[in-house]
């Protein structure tokens, strides 16, 4: 298995542009998460899918921040427009959707908003 | 809502010595509870998990975690740290209803191992 595939690592962009983070879950899984993890506020989900609906995006920052999971293969995170602030390691994790399972997580992708 | 607690952000540790990570849970209801680590520039990778089976669970790396009710407790323990053992490692939650489960962590505690 693949595990949980992340695009790009790594991502440098100026402010005010748009920036779109993506993610392909295990394949078999129904369930999406989008996590932020940063030094002041740790790690941080803010936005989660099961079977391809949004459940709770309770935790999307601003509406700068979009989220999408077109299909059961494919989601994007979507920033627009980019601020310093963002600056973050954000993670897609999947599961199969049954409390007892846990999470399984890509390698995150690394933003640098300048 | 459910919540986890992790007591020390930084554990310092001897080579060959005790490894005690500590995490508190809080929760109405039975919880299903996650050990999570991460490796510098690496996801979060799954250590072990408590789902009611049995209350002392053992994970990769030698790792182990035991459940206390009466402390609301799942502290993370490894009798002799390695030098490998140094990383950051979470504890966490799950929480939701009928089929649709999210997972909150804890803020994270990095050990770091002494040669």
């Known amino acids: 298995d693949a595990g949980v595939i992340q695009s790009p690592r790594h991502e440098v962009t100026e402010m005010g542009q748009e920036v779109t983070l993506r993610c392909k879950p295990i394949s078999g899984h129904n369930s999406l998460f989008w996590y932020r993890q940063t030094m002041m506020r740790g790690l941080e989900l803010l936005i989660y899918f099961n079977n391809n609906v949004p459940i709770d995006d309770s935790g999307m920052p601003e509406d700068r921040f979009s989220a999408k999971m077109p299909n059961a293969s494919f989601s994007t995170l979507k920033i627009q427009p980019s601020e310093p602030r963002d600056s973050a390691v954000y993670f897609c994790?999947?599961?199969?959707?049954?409390?007892?399972?846990?999470?399984?997580f890509g390698q995150g992708t690394r933003l640098t908003v300048v | 809502a459910q919540s986890v607690t992790q007591l020390g952000s930084h554990v310092s540790v001897s080579e060959g010595a005790l490894v005690l990570l500590r995490c508190n849970y809080s929760s109405s209801v039975p919880p299903y509870l996650f050990w999570y680590v991460q490796y510098p520039n690496q996801g979060l990778q799954l250590l072990l998990k408590?789902?009611?089976?049995?209350?002392l669970v053992k994970g990769i790396n030698g790792f182990e975690a035991e459940f206390k009710k009466s402390e609301t407790s799942f502290h993370l323990t490894k009798p002799s740290a390695h030098m490998s053992d140094a990383a950051e490692y979470f504890c966490a939650v799950s929480e939701g209803t009928s089929g649709t489960y999210k997972y909150i962590f804890g803020t994270g505690t990095r050990l770091k191992v002494l040669a």
């Open positions: 994790a999947s599961s199969r959707g049954q409390e007892s399972v846990g999470a399984f």
């Open positions: 408590y789902t009611s089976a049995a209350t």
